[in-house]
T-cell receptor
Framework: SQQGEEDPQALSIQEGENATMNCSYKTSINNLQWYRQNSGRGLVHLILIRSNEREKHSGRLRVTLDTSKKSSSLLITASRAADTASYFCATDTINTGGFKTIFGAGTRLFVKA | AAGVIQSPRHLIKEKRETATLKCYPIPRHDTVYWYQQGPGQDPQFLISFYEKMQSDKGSIPDRFSAQQFSDYHSELNMSSLELGDSALYFC??????????FGQGTRLTVV
């Protein structure tokens, strides 16, 4: 199964509202990243939070990380129709076999104008 | 700024044929990842390279192989193609343990 599990799977909100997406993972990580993907397009990096960080902001984005609960959340404030996309969390792990970045199932966000 | 370049953008192959996808990472990035994304699915990690050496493997079928060359470009080779291999294939590059930048993907359709 995927390292990251996200909820909700789909979210529909009105423009101007806040959107919160959650991600849980199973194993120890080095970093956790959030990406955005418009349908059929490449993934765009949003924010990276390291395992020793608890919160990070970037513009209208706020990411939290709770390593004790193995979970992270992405908050988009004052959402816009242009925020409509799929949002993925990805965990970076390093082990004796190497390193990898594993993506969760994604949350499909729909922002209604 | 230079981005990750993937070629071709679209590819149509018949069952049992072979396909080769190419990826040109951002200059000076030392890490390359390959992902497969089926319709409505999340990206599935296939394989990664660090400094031209294979770093880790994910759910990559034995029919698939990949390598990274001396100029840092990478190729994903897929043989004995099956209908289920139809997907978007993304390449990403990064400096190790930093944010990854994705290419626009290659859409493979197996008919």
């Amino acid at each position: 199964s995927q390292q990251g599990e996200e909820d909700p799977q789909a979210l529909s909100i009105q423009e101007g509202e806040n959107a919160t997406m959650n991600c849980s993972y199973k194993t120890s990580i080095n970093n956790l990243q959030w990406y955005r993907q418009n349908s059929g397009r490449g993934l765009v990096h949003l924010i990276l939070i390291r395992s020793n960080e608890r919160e990070k902001h970037s513009g209208r984005l706020r990411v939290t990380l709770d390593t004790s609960k193995k979970s992270s959340s992405l908050l988009i404030t004052a959402s816009r129709a242009a925020d409509t996309a799929s949002y993925f969390c990805a965990t970076d792990t390093i082990n004796t076999g190497g390193f990898k970045t594993i993506f969760g199932a994604g949350t499909r966000l729909f922002v209604k104008a | 700024a230079a981005g990750v370049i993937q070629s071709p953008r679209h590819l149509i192959k018949e069952k049992r044929e072979t396909a080769t996808l190419k990826c040109y990472p951002i200059p000076r990035h030392d890490t390359v990842y390959w992902y497969q994304q089926g319709p409505g699915q999340d990206p599935q990690f296939l394989i990664s390279f660090y400094e031209k050496m294979q770093s880790d493997k994910g759910s990559i079928p034995d029919r698939f192989s990949a390598q990274q060359f001396s100029d840092y470009h990478s190729e994903l080779n897929m043989s004995s193609l099956e209908l289920g291999d139809s997907a978007l294939y993304f390449c990403a590059s990064s400096l190790i343990q930093r944010e990854a930048f994705f290419g626009q993907g290659t859409r493979l359709t197996v008919v």
